[in-house]
């Protein structure tokens, strides 16, 4: 069974940094593009950042872009967001998602989630 | 970005009805489209991708259709777990973008 399980979610100040975590299990995770996407308490959701399954290819939206870092470590099957200068419109619910195949590829197994609030 | 529209942004309907729902790409996407539905409190789950192919372990009451600029997502008979808001993602080109959602309420 594929199982993604995300955590590292907490409460930080404007500024401040985060790093999420993403173990996964059930699946030949090396051979798998991940990605991050997050939602806004009662909004929907948005995509944050992809990886390749060998960290050759990485995007980010450019809400993010020169803030959050996305890695992955294949030997442990874990997938990481490196979060830097966070602000307040960061808050949300971060899940990770499997890319079924590829670049170009839909979502086909997700997190529960971890949640981040930035705060004053 | 490509921008995902979809219609309506929330409407109510009855266990048993057919419904549709609607998104339109601001420009053309092939079917590199997917629909997921969500629960309150829950992830999305994954319920259509390439415009029609009903993912694996999916109710066949699910559909999909459509390629290029507008899509649907067909439930042909609702039951009570499908009341959830259904959002629409394209994957054709960076970054992927979602529609706002649609949610759907019990009459």
């Known amino acids: 069974e594929v199982q993604l399980v995300e955590s590292g979610g907490g409460l930080v100040q404007p500024g401040g940094s985060l790093r999420l975590s993403c173990a996964a299990s059930?699946?030949?995770?090396?051979?798998?593009?991940m990605n991050w996407v997050r939602q806004a308490p009662g909004k929907g959701l948005e995509w944050v950042s992809y990886i390749s399954s060998s960290s050759s290819t990485i995007y980010y939206a450019d809400s993010v872009k020169g803030r959050f870092t996305i890695s992955r470590d294949n030997a442990k099957n874990s997938l990481y967001l490196q979060m830097n200068s966070l602000r307040d419109e960061d808050t949300a619910v971060y899940y990770c998602a499997r890319a079924y195949d590829g670049d170009y590829a839909h979502f086909d197994y997700w997190g529960q989630g971890t949640l981040v609030t930035v705060s004053s | 970005a490509i921008r995902m529209t979809q219609s309506p942004s929330s409407f109510s309907a009855s266990t048993g009805d057919r419904v549709t729902i609607t998104c339109r790409a601001s420009?053309?996407?092939?079917?590199?489209l997917a629909w997921y539905q969500q629960k309150p409190g829950k992830a999305p789950k994954l319920l259509i991708y390439a415009a029609s192919s009903l993912q694996s372990g999916v109710p066949s009451r699910f559909s999909g259709s459509g390629s290029g600029t507008d899509f649907t997502l067909t439930i042909s008979c609702l039951q009570s777990e499908d009341f959830a808001t259904y959002y629409c993602?394209?994957?054709?080109?960076?970054?992927?973008?979602f529609g706002q959602g649609t949610k759907l309420e019990i009459k």
């Open positions: 420009q053309g996407i092939s079917s590199y």
């Open positions: 993602q394209q994957y054709y080109s960076y970054p992927p973008t």
């Open positions: 059930g699946f030949t995770f090396s051979s798998y593009s």
